[in-house]
């Protein structure tokens, strides 16, 4: 499949090594295939030059029919730094540029199973019409709140294929714990549907629940009458803090009734330019969450420019929302170095949380209930 993107050069870029990213992607951001055409002096490009791009994108065997979506993000090679798009106000709106979705059909001739990318190769028919030629590694640790994702290969055999739930299970020496009910591709495409002789790759892609008791586990797969044992892993134990903490300095910020700010401290509000200093934000987790979000921490100068910041998920994105629970405090450490060319004045320190596919914000509301937009507006410094 090829892609065709015709670009309007605005300003030329100040890296030299600018290079789009095409992916294919699924709806819940799986990437299938990507494709990344090499650039060279795109330092040099000028404005009013139209830039021509083409990307070519395959669609792996197995993938089940539906909708897909192509997806393209620039990033700097020698930097690794992804850039951002920004809207028509201006704003930051995320690292990637959705081109639209696709409708894969099914093949109407099936490869044969060798042509899968199957690191543990087992056969095993699993009900009528149905066998799983194998699996993908598993992880071997996660975290309560994690993601844990795995794939299954299956092959439609002759046989009646009936519409029945795969299950996936966590036995322990004490206990099963259910993970998984559903039909395969994240529930969208049965086995009643699939062709004889089809290969199916089944993606899947479920978080841990937050609760869930660390331990060891072997995961096993049950279909019918059938259960096949996939490996083992292990759940982490999380230290959480749900006791209040000393606050010298309490707030009550409420972002998007998601995650609530307590507190603050800073090392210095009176700086020179290129000093470091250290924020520390102190969280409270308001309600669970599975939205990928990342803290923004930007110090805003007089002329409105960024002198610094910072962008990640919490501790130093080792801690993402989406594992917090409710009622947990979590400090939250950020050290910032002025830009060497901070020209002294008065200086705003902004925090708040966004979404980094779109750039789209949280809304804030303070103590009172009233909304105070996207951003708040934490202290100010003085740069001499």
Same mark, same amino acid.
């Given at each position: ?68 979506? !192509? ?60 066998? =799983? ?163 923004? !921490?930007? !110090? ?20 993402? !929302? ?15 170095? =002025? ?15 966004? =979404? ?29």
């Amino acid at each position: 499949m090829s892609v065709f993107t015709e670009w309007g050069i605005l300003n030329p870029p100040t890296y030299g090594d600018l290079t789009p990213i095409f992916s294919l992607e699924t709806l819940a951001g799986d990437t299938l295939s990507r494709d990344e055409p090499y650039t060279l002096y795109s330092n040099q490009w000028r404005a009013g030059e139209t830039l021509y791009q083409q990307g070519n994108l395959t669609v792996p065997p197995g993938t089940p029919p539906g909708e897909y979506r !192509v997806v393209i993000h620039w990033v700097a090679r020698v930097e690794a730094q992804y850039v951002g798009r920004i809207d028509a106000q201006g704003n930051f709106a995320g690292i990637a540029t959705d081109l639209g979705t696709v409708t894969i059909s099914r093949a109407t001739a099936f490869p044969t199973p060798d042509m899968l990318n199957t690191p543990h190769r087992e056969s095993h028919e699993m009900t009528s019409g149905v066998r =799983l030629l194998g699996w993908s590694d598993i992880p071997a640790t996660v975290r309560p709140g994690e993601q844990f994702k795995f794939d299954l290969f299956w092959q439609a055999i002759a046989g009646t294929r009936l519409d029945e739930p795969m299950t996936l299970v966590a036995v322990s020496q004490n206990n099963e714990l259910s993970l998984w009910l559903g039909n395969p591709a994240m529930n969208t495409y049965p086995f009643d549907q699939w062709a004889e002789g089809e290969l199916v790759t089944d993606r899947h892609r479920w978080s841990i629940p937050t609760d869930f008791p660390a331990g060891d586990y072997d995961l096993h797969l049950r279909v019918g009458g059938a259960d096949v044992m996939l490996g083992n892993f292990s759940v982490l134990e999380l230290n959480r803090v749900f006791d209040t903490p000393a606050i010298e300095n309490p707030l009550d910020v409420d972002l998007g009734n998601i995650v609530g700010l307590k507190e603050y401290s800073i090392s210095t509000t009176t700086l020179t330019a290129g000093q470091t200093f250290d924020l520390t934000l102190l969280w409270q987790s308001l309600k669970q969450t599975d939205l990928p979000l990342t803290v923004f !921490v930007h !110090v805003v100068g007089p002329d409105g420019r960024n002198y610094a910041q910072a962008d990640m998920q919490p501790r130093q994105n080792t801690y993402p !929302v989406a594992l917090w629970l409710p009622g947990e405090y979590i400090p939250d450490a950020y050290p910032l170095t =002025l830009a060497a060319d901070a020209p002294p004045g008065q200086y705003e320190v902004r925090i708040g949380l966004y =979404l980094q596919a779109n750039g789209q914000r949280l809304s804030i509301t303070d103590s009172t209930g009233q909304s105070v937009g996207d951003f708040w507006l934490l202290t100010t410094l003085t740069v001499e």
